[in-house]
């Protein structure tokens, strides 16, 4: 079933404008609006109270809710090529009976602040970004920026501001501040990749962890998989580690737990760094598919999470279906079959903006659409069996995280306005995984959507056990009427608008969030 967008006023509703383009390409949302979003954040706020809009906010949602985005896409009139090469910078909207307060900060990173005194780009973007000056200023400039921009999670008593290619950056859970780089107590080397997806296990081993990653990538690559306590006296603690060498160039952005695994997909991407070196080129556009090659799952048995005395076992390879991967929504381990399930975003191709686009002005129908597809792995045999869950254009799927590793019945996603074909994201889909039924929130034609964040209802001690769906999704949505950000929080079970707050902030387009509950 299909929720209508809600036509309240202040709601990011139709224009007359939106319709005109709306009527001429069949889209739904206006070109204008959409592209709106890519711009600086100059301010930075600290703790001011937010109101509702619209409806009023859950008394017994307590904790924060923290997003990590690109929020610097310009200096001295010179943009970056692609907004993913923006500084990070964090929002935090802090919840407590009833009321809000929002705080937002740039990480004080290396990079972010010589630029900041020099009022220009200093350095190369990894996805084409090149600073002024042309190719001789670029050629052989292989220093990286840590942007600090794609994830934001917290561990212990700090926040950890994630960028995939090195270390995270550590800051204050309350005020933002940057404390500074950090090697978590001497387990990361200096500038040691660092995935910007850990997944939480909500405590298959006892205690909840936080398990993550890291590859050191080249001909050859290693993985290294780590476990850290995740709550309590212990939080932030490695409890287990293993490394493993694979065949090839792993180019891996976020990966899947189960109780027992580690699952990566490995993309059959190929890797020429020339065009970087020589200055052509970012380096994440030097990536390529290998026409005809196959990708494969990589599936690492997890460290710590079985008989310690045992040998660990070898990383087990499936082939995988065709197609290109950046995030998972789950995994879980089938005890009726066997067999191991994950659930991806699948692309046709490696989606990349060449090196002569701008990407304000980039052409949806020419990019693969992301379509959410359940693989079957039969571990013994090591065949995989995929179907699509879900053929509209998706990104940014998540489930409860109590379910996180387990067969979750719910999913919720970001997906287009639009049923089929690539379009920007504008709505919200739950996805009964076990029955296929939809509910969908939409904020078309002027509203945009980020990643939704699933927040469980905090648990009460009468209350028999909470309904997997019971809780709320937190979105930050892009605002083209009012050219800002609102958020809006929807009921998770049938996706019925809670609240709206018309944040006094105006965020570009952000990459990943999460929710950390109160105490
Ligand atoms: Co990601």
Known sequence: MTIAPSRDSGSPTGSAAAETAAGRSGAAYDRADWASSFRNVLGELDQVPLVAARGTIPPDLAGSLYRNGPGRLERGGHWLHH?????????????????????????RTEGWLEEEAAGRFLYRGVFGSQKPGGLL??????????????????????????????????????????????????????????????????????????????????????????????????????LAERHDSVAGFAFLHDFAITPRYAVFLQNAVAFNP??????????????????????????????????????????????????????????????????????SIFYDDFPSIGPGVDFRSVDFDTLPAGRLVRTRLNLEHRTA??????????????????RQGLDARYGWTAVAECERGNAPLQAIEKLDL?????????????????????????????????????????????NGARSASDLVILNAADLSEQAVLELPLAIPYGLHGSWAALG
């Open 83 to 107: 907004p993913f090469d923006g500084d990070g910078m964090i929002t935090a909207l802090r919840f407590e009976a009833g009321q809000a307060v929002l705080t937002n900060r740039y990480v």
């Open 137 to 238: 200023a670029n050629a052989f400039d292989l220093r990286m920026k840590n942007i600090a921009n794609t994830h934001v999670v917290r561990l212990g008593d700090q926040l950890l501001a994630l960028w995939e290619a090195s270390s995270p950056h550590a800051l204050d859970p309350d005020t933002l501040e940057t404390r500074g780089l950090t090697l978590l107590d001497g387990v990361l080397g200096k500038g040691e990749a660092f995935s910007a997806h850990p997944r939480f296990d909500p405590g298959h081993h006892g205690e909840p962890r936080m398990v993550t990653f890291g590859v050191k990538a080249g001909p050859r690559s290693t993985i290294r998989v780590m476990e850290f306590a995740a709550s309590g006296p212990r939080a932030g603690q490695l």
């Open 274 to 343: 020339i065009p970087f070196v020589v200055g052509l080129k970012g380096a994440a556009q030097c990536l390529a598919s290998k026409p005809g090659e196959q990708g494969h799952f990589l599936i690492v048995p997890r460290p710590g999470a079985g008989d310690s005395s045992a040998e660990p076992a070898a990383p087990i390879v499936v082939p995988a279906p065709e197609g290109f991967v950046f995030h998972h929504l789950n995994a879980f381990e089938d005890a009726a079959t066997g067999e191991l399930v994950v659930d």
């Open 385 to 402: 069996t995929s179907t699509v869950l879900e053929e509209r254009c998706c990104e940014f799927a998540m489930v409860n995280p109590e």
């Open 434 to 478: 076990h029955t296929s039924e939809r509910r969908v929130w939409s904020a078309a034609p002027r509203g945009f959507v980020s990643e939704p964040v699933m927040v469980p209802r905090p648990a009460t001690q009468t209350s028999a056990a909470p309904s997997e769906d019971d809780g709320w999704v937190l979105v930050l949505v892009w």
